[in-house]
């Protein structure tokens, strides 16, 4: 790899997709859809016992979006690919200060959508402030509408 940047090197290893205005577009669209679906099904269910794995799953979806499209728009490039470590420190890259969320997001991911287990009143509030941070500065940081 001799005549690389050290940012060259990073993006080799971790996957990355390079961002046009119509992808970020794109993926703040899908941001703030998954965000409002999570609302909404939040306001409807009687108890959070009622929809916490679904309001979970798309408050995870809508942090990864939104930190594509804060990706797209500080680096322009967003991560591609299953590795939820690779995807977090393209993220920090960003801002190091908002990765933490993605990283909230995603150890409830597997929880909320694959498992047994329910998600619990205090995971249905962080998964929830998590991916509202994460998409009010997908909305702050893009220059795209």
């Known amino acids: 790899m001799a005549g690389r940047t050290g940012a060259e090197e990073e993006r080799l290893r971790v996957r990355t997709r390079k961002c046009d205005a119509g992808i970020q577009r794109g993926r703040l669209f899908k941001a703030n859809q998954f965000i409002e679906a999570a609302a909404m099904i939040g306001e409807l269910a009687d108890e959070h016992d009622d929809v916490a794995d679904a309001y979970v799953t ?9 930190s594509d499209v804060i990706c797209c728009a ?3 490039e967003h991560a591609q690919g ?5 995807a ?6 960003a801002d190091k200060e908002i990765a933490k969320h993605l990283r909230t ?3 409830l991911k597997t929880k909320a959508g694959y498992s ?3 998600a619990t009143a205090e995971e249905f509030k962080r998964a929830g402030r ?3 941070t994460l998409v009010e500065t997908a909305r702050r940081v893009t220059n795209v509408r």
Do not use: Y
């Not at 798309?58 to 939104?66: K, R």
């Open 88 to 93: 977090i420190g393209l993220l920090a890259r």
């Open 82 to 86: 299953e590795n939820h470590e690779e």
């Open 105 to 107: 997001l995603l150890k």
């Open 116 to 118: 047994h287990t329910p």
């Open 130 to 132: 998590a991916a509202e």
């Open 74 to 76: 500080r680096l322009g």
């Open 58 to 66: 798309l408050c995870v979806h809508a942090g990864i979006a939104a």
